[in-house]
């Protein structure tokens, strides 16, 4: 029997490891149940070259808790240790390891920092237990047993004992303040969400926990669309099934494998950012992805695999890392080439399935350079009349050059958010040959904003900005039937509504157009709609009141009827009325102007009784 010194110069280092970690106990599993994954991985290397000689059976991890003596024990029929590998990597190595570790971090206060990105290694153990035992019998045939035991101070025992089969078993007799860690539904917990994929069996209670060759470790040709699908069901279980996926697999100059899924996002954008789990040789490690996945990635769902990703440092440092950048763009790119391929390859299911790609596609244009360039190719936009149509950017340029060029050269993008509210602006602007694209989700107004100084060839104007013969300014003037004595009083007439941010305009437009037409300037509505989806710093838009113009269409037949009359009075109610009409076809007379506008069209309709 030895008894020694643990060679640290900390007093005792434990107490001070566990106030670090404190709201992470939990990956003392994770770090025991990997290092018996690794002792029988290095068994199977040992026997595969040959080194090995002995029966290597069927390996596998088992967990055991005994409540009564408090015991947690983690068993594996790996390589084992010898004493000398014992006192070697339990006592210098995996101790030194905890000095360095505190070296590393002293003074830090911050210890989330750490948690959960330091490969605690053996010694997280001593978070949970007041006294961890190791009884491990070597692979190599003539050493004997040992038997290890420590009790969180520096000083532990090592001696002979007897132990029949090959393989580790580590004793944690867990500490007071751990006991939660002494109940099987907790135990089970953990290890399905650290060992759901490790690739040695891990049993507990007589059950095999995991999968030990997941989906995302196959070739890609070996798989099947079943498979994927069947994967992203164990991923998660409630989910609807995905729309399609890319298998990430790269080994150089980094190594990384993995499966993303694209889930379908309905509009309502109750979209789920913690969707991606990150692993590290099939153990998991974190779902929190958001340094090392761009940012509108986090949309898809899945499993990343790489032991190349830093675990051991914070999350600032893990920012600025090159493999991850590298990884970071690599991910980018998988994906612009994925849309790009089905896009060419099936353009109706792409269609098809552009609700949903679409919000990513968006959102990854707005903030990637690389990613919006390919995306020029593939974003297609739905015409708001022939639903199912779609055209490119390419395509609607073609399709509208002609039409929709204005007097400064560029192209004018018309759109629609809603089809019901907008519809006689869109049949306006339909009966003028223009074509009208629908973009109604929460990234349009944000995203055309984004685009349009990209683009500078575009300039989108929703189909409401202006009447249609102002959409697309063309500097034409049209002609009014009206004498001008005619238009100065009917716009003496107009001038009269007591209405704030309006602003009145005559013009001779078609006879069977409206006689007042109601738009919002495309700038300020487009501002207010980013504001109402919070924006950031728009917040100053959404109290701005609304702007309103209003346009008379002289050559509407109404207008010589109305001037006609000579009863100020009654041209006056009846010019209010045409107005009142207007606004409220678009939803924006409300409150005592309904009221008014109620009661003058009763008053103008008896007075026509009487006549
Ligand atoms: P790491 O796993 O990063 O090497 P650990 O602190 O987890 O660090 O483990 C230290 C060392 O102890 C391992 O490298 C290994 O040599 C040895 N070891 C730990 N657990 C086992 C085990 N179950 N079987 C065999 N060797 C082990
Ligand atoms: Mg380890």
Same mark, same amino acid.
């Given at each position: 029997m030895q008894k020694g010194a643990i060679r640290v110069q900390t007093e005792n280092i434990f107490p001070i490891i566990k106030k670090f970690l404190y709201s992470d106990h939990e990956i003392f599993i994770r770090e025991l149940v990997s290092n018996a994954v690794d002792a029988t991985q290095k068994l199977k290397t040992l026997a595969s070259v040959g080194e090995f000689k002995g029966e290597l059976g069927t390996p596998e991890i088992t967990v055991k808790l005994d409540k009564e003596n408090k015991t947690l024990t983690i068993s594996d029929m790996g390589v084992g240790m010898t004493a000398e590998e014992v006192d070697k990597y339990i006592n210098q190595v995996a101790f030194s390891g905890a000095e360095e570790f505190l070296n590393k971090y002293k003074g830090q206060t911050d210890g989330a920092n750490i948690i959960g990105h330091f490969g605690l290694g053996f010694y997280s153990s001593f978070m949970v237990s007041n006294q961890v035992e190791i009884f491990t019998k070597s692979h190599k045939a003539e050493a004997p047993a040992v038997r290890w035991e420590?009790?969180?101070?520096? $000083?532990?025992?090592? $001696? $002979?004992?007897? %132990?029949?089969?090959?393989?580790?078993?580590? =004793?944690?007799?867990? *500490? $007071?303040?751990?006991?939660?860690?002494? !109940?099987?539904? /907790?135990?089970?917990?953990?290890?399905?969400k650290f060992c759901k994929f490790l690739p040695v069996p891990v049993k507990f209670a007589d059950k095999q926990l995991n999968n030990t060759s997941p989906a995302w470790t196959k070739k890609p040709s070996d798989l099947t669309p079943e498979d994927y699908q069947n994967f992203y069901k164990e991923l998660y279980p409630y989910a609807e099934a995905p729309l399609f996926?890319?298998? #990430? *697999?790269? !080994?150089?100059?980094?190594?990384?494998?993995?499966?993303?899924?694209?889930?379908?996002?309905?509009?309502?954008?109750?979209?789920?950012?913690?969707?991606?789990?990150?692993?590290? *040789?099939?153990?998991?490690?974190?779902?929190? =992805?958001?340094?090392?996945?761009?940012?509108?990635?986090?949309l898809l769902h899945g499993v990343i695999?790489?032991?190349?990703?830093?675990?051991?440092?914070?999350?600032?440092?893990?920012?600025?890392?090159?493999?991850? %950048? &590298?990884?970071?763009?690599?991910?980018?790119? %998988?994906?612009? +080439?994925? #849309?790009?391929?089905?896009?060419? @390859?099936d353009r109706k299911s792409f269609e098809e399935k552009w609700e949903s790609i679409g919000l990513f596609a968006k959102y990854g244009m707005m903030t990637d350079d690389k990613f919006s360039e390919k995306g020029n190719k593939f974003l297609i936009m739905e015409d708001i009349t022939e639903p199912g149509k779609f055209y490119t950017l390419e395509e609607y340029k073609q399709e509208t050059t002609a039409l929709q060029t204005n007097k400064d050269g560029k192209l004018v993008v018309l759109y629609a958010t809603n089809a019901v509210q907008q519809d006689s602006y869109i049949q306006a602007a339909k009966n003028k040959g223009y074509k009208i694209? &629908?973009? !109604?989700?929460?990234?349009?107004?944000?995203?055309?904003? @984004?685009?349009?100084? /990209?683009?500078?060839?575009?300039?989108?104007? /929703?189909?409401?900005? +202006?009447?249609?013969?102002? #959409? =697309? !300014? &063309?500097?034409e003037k049209s002609e009014s039937v009206l004498s001008t004595d005619q238009e100065t009083k009917l716009k003496e007439l107009f001038e009269h509504i007591p209405?704030?941010?309006?602003?009145?305009? #005559?013009?001779?437009l078609s006879a069977d157009a409206q006689p007042v037409i109601v738009t919002r300037p495309e700038f300020m509505r487009r501002m207010k709609d980013m504001a109402a989806v919070g924006g950031s710093g728009m917040s100053w838009y959404a109290n701005m009141p609304d702007e309103i113009n209003m346009t008379i269409n002289a050559n509407h037949p109404i207008y010589l009827q109305i001037l006609d009359e000579n009863d100020n009075d009654k041209q006056q109610k009846q010019v209010r009325n045409l107005a009142d009409l207007a606004l409220l076809s678009q939803n924006l007379l409300t409150g005592a102007d309904l009221t008014a506008f109620v009661n003058r069209s009763v008053e103008l309709m008896s007075a026509e009784k009487k006549n």
């Open positions: 420590c009790d969180g101070s520096p $000083e532990y025992v090592l $001696e $002979e004992t007897t %132990k029949e089969s090959r393989g580790t078993d580590i =004793v944690l007799h867990i *500490n $007071e303040e751990s006991e939660e860690f002494l !109940d099987e539904h /907790r135990i089970q917990t953990m290890l399905e996926w890319i298998h #990430l *697999n790269v !080994d150089y100059p980094f190594n990384l494998t993995g499966i993303l899924y694209f889930p379908k996002i309905s509009k309502s954008f109750e979209v789920q950012k913690d969707k991606i789990s990150l692993y590290s *040789n099939q153990v998991f490690v974190t779902d929190e =992805v958001k340094d090392i996945v761009p940012e509108f990635l986090m695999d790489s032991p190349d990703i830093p675990l051991n440092v914070s999350r600032s440092y893990l920012q600025g890392d090159p493999n991850v %950048k &590298k990884i970071s763009s690599y991910i980018t790119k %998988k994906v612009a +080439d994925k #849309l790009d391929e089905i896009f060419r @390859n694209v &629908k973009l !109604d989700t929460i990234v349009d107004a944000a995203f055309i904003n @984004n685009m349009e100084p /990209r683009w500078d060839s575009m300039q989108f104007t /929703r189909v409401d900005a +202006d009447i249609a013969d102002n #959409l =697309v !300014d &063309k500097d209405q704030q941010h309006v602003k009145v305009e #005559l013009k001779g």
